[in-house]
């Protein structure tokens, strides 16, 4: 059985090397820690960017609607023109048969 000089003496021995150790491992912690910061960086970005894309799938489907409501106007304003255009067309003709009696 050990007593307790041996274990103060084994103590003593290995402790340099426990201390060398810890001080690699440290290094290495500071290392993770940084790496850590960076993924929470980009974590947060990634996030933004989620966020983005959502928002402009909303808009996209608002501008769809919004082009489809111009498009039904056009066509509207089209037909009507091209009524119009029967109209006034009609209406020369009987402008010219109206003065062709007097």
Known sequence: MLTREDLLA?????????DAIDK??????????????????????VEHLESDISALRYGQLDLKKEIKTVYQKVE???????????QIEESKTRLNILEGQY
């Open 76 to 86: 509207e304003a089209y037909d009507f023109a091209l009524d119009n255009f029967g």
């Open 10 to 18: 084994i103590k003593e021995i290995l402790s340099p090397r426990f």
């Open 24 to 45: 690699k491992f440290e290094g290495v912690t500071q290392r993770l820690d940084a790496h850590d910061k960076r993924f929470d960086r980009l974590e947060l970005r």
